[in-house]
């Protein structure tokens, strides 16, 4: 069970390094691809789906643009963006073989000027809402919905993959991932109600995949990037109500110094929350109600048992549960996660890794875990 936790751990650690100051300064954008004398990797790998850290001068070196992912809709789009983009690394960077560390390329003042609307052919930009390098398309000055051009690119994310090289590293693989809207927010006057355009995904692909080909060239007029294999992945956030976050749906590569991006691949992947209020069911949303029926039935005080359900195409592949309390004491909560594991056994789908988390209103209480194969869950109750 330690070794559970201790993947916990790093997954939140990782997060977190890519959480904080978003405004850039002291920051620069850096050509370097190679690391300082002194940097090592972690010599420990938790399992094949995780990548080994570079470490340099004895600490982690954290991104260029660290915290942009900030802005996202939500916590769980953050998560889903980070750890998504380096799933999806793994074919084009095995972890077996290359060594991980956050992006170093591109500095939270490029990517903000990015993702903001082009200012087309005006030669004295508004610079807080629009830039000659923005991505985005330029505003048409409309205000309705359906007629207004949308802002399709929320976000950017490098992350960079490192190979030995003697007694140092050097940067052999960049991934960059894309976050679009499904959904655009925006106001029609200064501080006034919200609005949305809502984006289909069509559109979303073809203008995601076109700003991967610009953003591509401009990375291969870098120094030290000529070169160098790169990653894009087009991730659609989910709306700020979603409960779940938003999944990778295309992937492409650029090789050998090609200044577009080519291979793109669809991802057929979705996520959905239970329980469903889109009057859908399947085994897997009866097999959730009745392990829902049963934890509510047992403990009064809970304010909801809720998941998140993964799945490629039509296939469940991994689900997160979360049990949400208000009021507690350590024997409830032990006999609460007891209870929880009984049930999950004897109710979830099996063959598919399940994380269950138990949380009050101080934080989480106890934490629940079943690899794919496995038959009975772990458990911890924290103190």
């Known amino acids: 069970m330690k070794r559970k936790l201790i993947v916990l751990a790093a997954s939140c650690g990782l997060l977190l390094t890519a959480c904080g100051d978003v405004t850039g300064n002291n920051q620069t954008t850096t050509t370097d691809t190679s690391t300082s004398e002194k940097a090592k990797a972690t010599t420990s790998q938790l399992s094949k789906d995780y990548y080994r850290n570079v470490i340099n001068d004895g600490q982690y070196k954290v991104s260029q643009s660290r915290g942009v992912s900030l802005s996202l809709n939500s916590g769980y789009n953050i998560k889903a963006f980070e750890t998504g983009l380096m799933n999806l690394s793994h074919s084009e960077f095995p972890t077996d073989t ?95 109600a919200e609005f949305k355009t809502d984006i289909q995904r069509a559109n979303l692909e073809a203008e995601g995949k076109k700003m991967a080909n610009e953003i591509v060239a401009r990375l291969r007029k870098m120094e030290g990037l000529g070169n160098i294999p790169i990653t894009v992945g087009l991730f659609e956030q989910t709306p700020k109500d979603s409960l779940a976050g938003g999944v990778f749906f295309s992937e492409g590569v650029s090789k050998d110094g090609a200044a577009t991006v080519a291979n793109w691949k669809d991802i057929n992947e979705k996520k959905v929350i239970f329980p469903r209020t889109d009057g859908e069911t399947s085994n897997e949303t009866t097999s959730f109600e009745n392990f829902k029926s049963q934890v509510q039935s047992f403990f009064p005080n809970l304010n909801g048992v809720t998941a998140e359900a993964t799945y490629s195409g039509d296939q469940l592949i991994k689900m997160k549960a979360t049990v949400t309390t208000q009021f507690y004491g350590q024997s409830e909560i032990i006999a609460l996660t007891q209870h929880v594991s009984d049930n999950a056994s004897k109710y979830l789908p099996p063959n598919i890794p399940i994380e269950i988390s138990i949380n009050s209103i101080d934080g989480m209480e106890a934490f629940l875990n079943r690899d794919s194969g496995e038959k009975e869950f772990q458990s911890h109750v924290f103190d």
């Open 98 to 192: 290359y060594y991980f560390q956050e992006g170093q390329q591109l500095d939270a003042e490029t990517i903000s000027k990015w993702i903001k609307r082009s200012s087309g052919d005006n030669s004295e930009p508004d610079l807080t809402v629009s830039d000659p390098e923005g991505l985005n398309p330029v505003d048409n000055g409309e205000l309705e919905p359906d007629k207004r051009a949308p802002k399709y690119l929320s976000q950017i994310l490098e992350q960079n993959y490192m190979v030995k090289d003697g007694d140092n590293f050097k940067l052999a693989g960049i991934s960059i991932g894309l976050a679009l809207n499904s959904v655009d927010y925006y106001q029609k006057v200064q501080y006034g």
